[in-house]
């Protein structure tokens, strides 16, 4: 069973900032938590991942609360291309993917 | 630079017939290896996973079968395939670095069964 609860949909205006939330309040002290997404009929694809600090490259940032309970990834600028649905998965040697969120950018 | 292949793109098979679905990966040592499976309109299924040669590990009952005959090489099979094995299946690999486990997914196989 995945590890995390994520909200089924999101919606986003083109532009503005999409904000990710994710709860994974089971976590282990040394579990990673990362962030994949899937463009409709592709391969899931790596976005970031953070242990306890907060986290950010070219695509995102992530924010991870201090009881690492739970975390939010954040789009800074989404665009059209954002759309996707959006994994947020506890790191263990099987890779266990929830139902994710399905995030609509809008124009 | 590691790489991930998947093959073939698409397949349309008829109900009864074989399947080998091939996967391999370049430039690393020792992955963890998966095949996935997403039906249509649903999410992404574990299906088998992998630690080394030989090992395979099942995560649900099936009509599929999984092979590791080398290390970075990864089948998957079936003897007789169903309409429900229709699905975009997709290969992952993984290795254990600094940061933990880091996963890299195929582009995927669109398999019909008709």
């Known amino acids: 069973d995945a590890k995390t609860t994520q909200p089924p949909s999101m919606d986003c205006a083109e532009g503005r900032a999409a904000n990710l939330p994710c709860n994974h309040s089971?976590?282990?002290?040394?579990?990673?938590v990362y962030w994949y997404r899937q463009i409709h009929s592709q391969g899931p694809q790596y976005i970031i991942h953070?242990?306890?600090n907060n986290e950010t490259n070219e695509m995102a940032s992530l924010i991870i609360t201090e009881d690492r309970k739970s975390s939010t990834l954040i789009l800074p600028h989404a665009t059209l291309r954002d759309t996707a649905v959006y994994y947020c998965?506890?790191?263990?040697?099987?890779?266990?993917f929830g139902k994710g969120t399905k995030l609509t950018v809008n124009p | 630079s590691q790489t991930i292949h998947q093959w073939p793109a698409t397949l349309v098979q008829p109900v009864g017939s074989p399947l080998s679905l091939e996967c391999t990966v370049e430039?690393?040592?020792?992955?963890?290896l998966y095949w996935y499976r997403q039906a249509a309109g649903r999410g992404l299924q574990l299906l088998f996973y992998?630690?080394?040669?030989?090992?395979i590990s099942s995560e649900v009952p099936q009509n599929l079968s999984a092979s590791r005959p080398q290390d970075r090489q990864f089948i998957l099979s079936s003897k007789k395939l169903l309409l429900s094995d229709s699905g975009f299946y997709l290969c992952?690999?993984?290795?254990?670095?600094?940061?933990?486990?880091?996963?890299?997914f195929g582009s995927g196989t669109r398999l019909t069964v008709v």
């Open positions: 992952a690999w993984s290795v254990r670095r600094t940061g933990g486990l880091g996963y890299t």
């Open positions: 089971t976590i282990s002290g040394n579990e990673y």
């Open positions: 953070g242990l306890k």
């Open positions: 998965i506890v790191e263990s040697e099987k890779l266990v």
């Open positions: 430039g690393t040592s020792n992955p963890n």
């Open positions: 992998s630690v080394g040669i030989g090992q």
